[in-house]
């Protein structure tokens, strides 16, 4: 079974600050990995992916994430956080193993970001 | 830009009643899922639907909960006998293809079951 661990629930960074959100997965087989990003009142949105090839992702809003398989972690990273990055973030997790590829989310991490 | 729509935005249903959570998934899209989050807890995948049938489904999705596809454009998710522990929100999401495929997500019914 797969599964994502998201430490703590809440990260507050100043605006500017460089913004590192943990990300820990389990998975019996090569995974494929995702960052989602859910604002106020609306739906989840894609900041990343990685399936194959280039550990370090790049994403919108110039978030990025490098999936590290010796630390079993795919750590989502943003050199300088912004005001509107303020949100909540999810990681999560799929393989081939199912039928579909279904998605295993971690708790989640709200930022905020202080002026 | 295409969206996932998700209709009500929020649902206030009494124990024991029925209740039908629409969702419009992306047009050309062709899986479709529905998931949920309880307050405070995790995003938990329910169950997915390809070609006019499940695919997968979860533990949670026991015999209370079914899902169809009515017609060309609607998704839906009913729960026959609401327990309070249904209350949740519950987000829809569609993919054109499978694997490792981003899913596109609606913004979700807030189910409310007192």
């Known amino acids: 079974a797969q599964s994502v661990t998201q430490l703590g629930s809440h990260v507050s960074v100043s605006e500017g600050a460089l913004v590192l959100l943990r990300c820990n997965y389990s998975?019996?087989?090569?995974?494929?990995l995702f960052w989602y990003v859910q604002y106020p009142n609306q739906g989840l949105q894609l900041l990343l992916k990685y399936t194959t090839g280039a550990t370090l992702v790049k994403g919108i809003n110039g978030f990025e994430a490098e999936f590290k398989k010796s630390e079993t972690s795919f750590h989502l990273t943003k050199p300088s956080a912004h005001m509107s990055d303020a949100a909540e973030y999810f990681c999560?997790?799929?393989?081939?193993?199912?039928?579909?590829?279904?998605?295993?989310f971690g708790k989640g991490i709200t930022l905020s970001v202080r002026p | 830009e295409p969206e996932v729509t998700q209709t009500p935005s929020h649902q206030v249903t009494q124990m024991g009643q029925e209740v039908i959570l629409r969702c419009v998934p992306i047009?050309?899209?062709?899986?479709f899922y529905w998931y949920r989050q309880i307050l405070g807890q995790k995003v938990e995948f329910l169950v997915s639907f390809y070609n006019n049938e499940i695919s997968e489904k979860s533990e949670i999705f026991d015999d209370q909960f079914s899902v169809e596809r009515p017609d060309g454009s609607n998704f839906t998710l009913k729960i026959r006998s609401t327990k309070l522990e249904d209350s949740a929100m519950y987000f829809c999401?569609?993919?054109?293809?499978?694997?490792?495929?981003?899913?596109?997500f609606g913004p979700g019914t807030r189910l409310t079951v007192t």
């Open positions: 999401a569609s993919s054109v293809v499978l694997a490792g495929d981003e899913q596109y």
């Open positions: 998975s019996s087989v090569p995974p494929y």
């Open positions: 999560a997790v799929s393989d081939l193993t199912g039928a579909n590829s279904k998605l295993t």
């Open positions: 047009s050309n899209h062709l899986y």
